[in-house]
């Protein structure tokens, strides 16, 4: 693993807060040097600098709205360019909980090109800069949700749902070459105050299923270095969310979220 790491990066988006400040901080600590990607805005060089100055690894950084096409067109056309990677983390996501016929076209549009374009195309286009590493990784970060349609939110759960099937498909497609493809999908995290109060206003299923990044990050990582296709982590939410019929989860996960509204 740190043979992989010397002259070569990992690339996270959504690195500025969250999980994906978790992963980063996480590879960081292995020795592993990081790009981090994420919105303008969000304090992403004082990031970069705690984890260069902590763990005295290479640290590059890059702010750009993922929603838009040219965009991430232009940061993977830099990468390719400028960077050896062997570790590809699609953490960056967006969604919400609102009733469908109150959202404007363009917070669809949003979800859509986040969770489903940039993953697919990030993938697609460093593929070829994972293919040349001696040993390479993708990790997709899908949801919960994936397994379970919910009203007020529609449009998160299918596109999370896209992006388990992707990470499967492309498991099985890779499996003979030198690129390791995992997904997790883990149910809400403590990614900062306000995102936390809104989950606990779910009531006893929303404290129970809520999350420390730190912890999901360290426990995604081992596995998937370990090569773990499909990473399990929290198998109190995995299992309301596949093994309940859906005559009884979906009501019941759309009464638990409609609290956040």
């Known amino acids: 693993m740190k043979t992989d790491s010397v002259n070569s990066f990992a690339v996270i988006t959504g690195a500025s807060q969250g999980l994906g400040?978790?992963?980063?901080?996480?590879?960081?600590?292995?020795?592993?040097?990081?790009v981090l990607i994420s919105l303008p805005n969000q304090n992403l060089e004082e990031v970069a600098n705690y984890i260069k100055t902590k763990y005295n690894v290479a640290v590059a950084?890059?702010?750009?709205?993922?929603?838009?096409?040219?965009?991430?067109?232009?940061?993977?056309?830099?990468?390719?360019?400028?960077?050896?990677?062997?570790?590809?983390?699609?953490?960056a996501g967006t969604g919400g909980t609102r009733k469908i016929d109150n959202v404007?076209?363009?917070?669809?549009?949003?979800?859509?090109?986040?969770?489903?374009k940039a993953t697919t195309v990030f993938t697609h286009q460093l593929l070829p800069n994972l293919k040349k590493q001696p040993?390479?990784?993708?990790l997709n970060v899908s949801s919960i949700a994936a397994f379970s349609p919910v009203g007020y939110k529609t449009v998160y759960p299918a596109s999370k749902a896209f992006i388990h099937s992707f990470s499967l498909g492309l498991s099985e497609e890779l499996k003979?070459?030198?690129?390791?493809?995992?997904?997790?999908?883990?149910?809400?995290?403590?990614?900062?105050?306000?995102?936390?109060?809104?989950?606990?206003?779910q009531g006893f299923v929303g404290k129970l299923t809520l999350l420390e990044p730190r912890k999901?990050?360290?426990?995604?990582?081992?596995?998937?270095?370990?090569?773990?296709?499909?990473?399990?982590?929290?198998?109190?939410?995995?299992?309301?969310?596949?093994?309940?019929?859906?005559?009884?989860?979906?009501?019941?996960?759309?009464?638990?979220?409609?609290?956040?509204?």
């Open 21 to 34: 400040k978790a992963f980063a901080i996480s590879l960081a600590k292995r020795k592993h040097n990081v």
């Open 176 to 201: 003979n070459s030198n690129v390791s493809v995992s997904v997790i999908n883990p149910g809400a995290m403590k990614t900062n105050p306000e995102i936390t109060a809104r989950i606990e206003k």
């Open 104 to 116: 404007s076209l363009d917070y669809i549009n949003t979800i859509i090109q986040v969770n489903v």
């Open 61 to 91: 950084y890059f702010e750009t709205d993922l929603s838009l096409d040219e965009n991430v067109t232009a940061i993977t056309k830099h990468l390719n360019e400028n960077y050896a990677i062997h570790i590809l983390i699609n953490n």
């Open 216 to 261: 999901v990050a360290e426990y995604s990582l081992r596995k998937m270095f370990k090569g773990t296709t499909f990473i399990l982590v929290n198998p109190v939410s995995w299992f309301i969310s596949t093994l309940l019929p859906n005559w009884i989860k979906v009501p019941m996960m759309t009464n638990i979220v409609k609290r956040e509204a």
């Open 135 to 138: 040993k390479s990784y993708i």
